[in-house]
């Protein structure tokens, strides 16, 4: 299994685990709340004897005295309408809004709008439950959830989302700091990689040299391949003492870059590949020509790596004026990737192949988008018939076509 086959099982896994403690959590909360509905509708209906009882014994002041203080120590909001909607009484509602003296019928701090959205609220909550008032009237009681129910039904989303928040935030605390760390090794490593490779080049320079004054090989096609093969490790040698280091953009022609890379790649791969290069042979873009070769050089490989048997590569340059943007499509006829798969396969680790490190197309998409400013992604692509990937660049000139 490789690396990012354990990455995504491992995350899985995590968010599997996270579900299912939310997922109690909820449901405890959940359970709680609803005894406390029952706890609650036990005392409105309590409440709801005590008045019907209280216009009973309306004139024993021994029995009322008590039936007040059973209904007073109640906490539920509670509000008690006429047959006609006018309020007559109430209970548990805000202090500051309701201060009204019945008796006296005198406004303090009086709020009548407070009191119709309160009214309003108890009727989506529950039902209203009729008694007989005094003198045989019809009454409605209304009541709603009280505060500290209220607030429980919605902590255990608040509890998951600071739960939530906590875990992303340390996720992307330790995200960083593991990036940075290994962001410092590999650094080190390409830059030691780097100085490693510089003695035997120079030793195959030398050798090179001695090979060309000894046998008068001088124009042998052999020879001036093993001189490019060396050249190319100069090249990579560069490209891994640069890492960490900002690149310096140039400006080049992205045709001839391009091509010249072709040219040397198309020799050391299978003649039963056929590549191709169309498009602007004009356009102009800042590169870094080490580091975008690298880019060209793992594209191109990961395309013949796709063509089992015979095929071709088309690198098709394309030059948006619009938007002064250069697209750069690279297509193969291989095995093509699954849908699902665009954005995977430029993550760290993935690769279909068997001794692969998955590296490669992770390594691409930083170049073009940490050190040229641009972007790279899955067109198009169908199994069983090819993949293109393209890149878009900022185009720095464009040149107008001369007539004749």
């Not at 202090?95 to 309160?118: C, G, L």
């Not at 875990?167 to 780097?194: C, H, I, N, P």
């Not at 035997?200 to 124009?219: H, T």
């Not at 050391?268 to 056929?274: E, H």
Request: no cysteine; proline share 3%; hydrophobic share 40%.
């Amino acid at each position: 299994m490789n690396p990012y086959e354990k990455k995504r099982r491992w995350k899985f896994f995590l968010l599997v685990f996270a579900i299912i403690i939310g997922t109690a959590s909820v449901f405890y909360s959940d359970s709680f709340v609803k005894k406390m509905e029952r706890e609650e509708q036990v005392q409105f209906q309590l409440y709801v004897r005590v008045t019907e009882q209280s216009f009973i014994m309306y004139d024993d002041d021994n029995y009322t005295g008590l039936i007040d203080l059973i209904r007073t120590n109640n906490k539920l909001p509670v509000i008690m309408t006429d047959s006609g909607g006018v309020i007559l009484s109430y209970q548990g509602l805000d202090t500051t809004k309701t201060n009204y003296d019945v008796e006296k019928k005198v406004n303090v701090n009086y709020d009548p709008e407070y009191f119709a959205k309160e009214l309003r609220k108890m009727k989506k909550q529950h039902p209203p439950t009729p008694i007989i008032g005094l003198n045989g009237t019809r009454w409605n009681i209304y009541y709603k959830d009280s505060p500290t129910l209220t607030q429980l039904r919605y902590f255990p989303y608040i509890q998951l989302g600071v739960i939530a928040l906590f875990l992303l935030t340390a996720y992307v605390a330790f995200s960083s700091a593991r990036k940075a760390e290994q962001d410092q090794v590999w650094v080190g490593m390409a830059k030691e990689t780097a100085h490693q490779l510089g003695t035997p080049i120079s030793s195959l320079m030398a050798w090179v040299e001695l090979m060309k004054s000894r046998f008068d090989a001088e124009d042998d096609p052999l020879i001036a391949e093993m001189e490019n093969d060396i050249k190319r490790l100069e090249v990579i040698t560069d490209r891994f003492s640069k890492i960490g280091s900002k690149p310096i953009l140039e400006d080049h022609v992205v045709y001839t870059v391009i091509s010249d890379f072709i040219d040397y790649f198309k020799l050391r791969t299978s003649d039963k590949v056929i590549f191709t290069i169309t498009g602007d042979d004009q356009v102009r873009a800042l590169l870094n020509v080490p580091l975008f070769d690298w880019v060209t050089e793992n594209l191109l490989k990961n395309a013949a790596n796709a063509i089992e048997n015979e095929g071709s590569i088309t690198v098709n340059i394309i030059e948006n004026l619009t938007k002064e943007e250069v697209f750069i499509d690279v297509s193969d006829t291989g095995k093509g990737i699954a849908r699902s798969k665009f954005d995977a396969v430029f993550q760290p680790g993935y690769t279909t192949r068997k001794r692969g490190w998955g590296l490669g197309l992770s390594l691409t998409k930083r170049i073009i988008e940490n050190y040229h400013s641009g972007q790279i992604f899955v067109k198009d692509s169908e199994l069983g018939k090819g993949t293109t990937f393209r890149i878009i660049l900022k185009s720095s000139i464009t040149y107008e076509p001369t007539s004749n």
